[in-house]
């Protein structure tokens, strides 16, 4: 069975350093074929996806955030961070992590779909 | 704003069949596979279809996508009373050079 959750503050200051964990089980970070990433969703709005770390440990990064995310992984403890610097009030919202899925027949970082999500965690950017 | 547009609302009584439209761009839905992911209220999204028209294990086979050209669609036929949700597209965005997502369309069943 495969899970993800996501833990980390619920509450930070503008200009505050965000930092949230993702633990997952069910699945190898290593499979190829396989990333984790995160997707927020600020209140009543659609979805925007922020960073996505790949089994082969290439990342990518939303452009417009790439100066304030990095993502990094633990292999041993089945864990991907993501940080990001300078939060603001805008950054209120529920992030997600994701697991992603290369679809059959295609190569390339762009070739994913996101199969699995954890439940959420609201961060809310207040002073 | 969301790349990807889609109707803010759609709806439909139990047993109806329901479409909902996803317009892009030769830069993503036009030259990439469509993914729609299903939000029911207060719960996360989950994947409902992939590649244009594959369904993950478990989703009903009352859920179908299709795509054309710079467009997709989903189709929920029979419609039932815990398909109210809201349903999200997605795909690659080339100008972004990351996925891309439409804006949701909260589908209400009467």
């Known amino acids: 069975q495969i899970t993800l959750k996501e833990s980390g503050p619920t509450l930070v200051k503008p200009t505050q350093t965000l930092t949230l964990t993702c633990t997952f089980s069910g699945f190898s970070l290593s499979t190829s074929g396989v990333g984790v990433g995160w997707i927020r969703q600020p209140p009543e709005k659609a979805l925007q996806w922020l960073a996505l770390f790949y089994w082969d440990d290439d990342k990518r990064y939303r452009p417009s955030l790439e100066s304030r995310l990095t993502i990094t992984k633990d292999t041993s403890k089945n864990q991907v961070v993501l940080t990001m610097t300078n939060m603001d009030p805008v950054d209120t919202a529920t992030y997600y992590c994701?697991?992603?899925?290369?679809?059959?027949?295609?190569?390339?970082?762009?070739?994913?779909?996101?199969?699995?999500w954890g439940q959420g965690t609201l961060v809310t950017v207040s002073s | 704003q969301p790349v990807l547009t889609q109707p803010p609302s759609a709806s439909g009584t139990p047993g109806q069949r329901v479409t909902i439209s996803c317009s892009g761009s030769s830069s993503n839905i036009g030259r990439e596979t469509v993914i729609w992911y299903q939000q029911l209220p207060g719960m996360a999204p989950k994947l409902l279809i992939y590649?244009?028209?594959q369904r993950p294990t478990g989703v009903p086979d009352r859920f179908s996508g299709s795509k054309s050209g710079t467009s997709a669609s989903l189709a929920i036929s029979g419609l039932q009373s815990e398909d109210e949700a809201d349903y999200y597209c997605s795909t690659w965005g080339d100008s972004l050079n990351g996925w891309v997502f439409g804006g949701g369309t909260k589908l209400t069943v009467l």
């Open positions: 994701v697991l992603g899925r290369r679809r059959e027949s295609c190569s390339g970082g762009r070739c994913y779909y996101f199969e699995h």
């Open positions: 590649n244009n028209n």
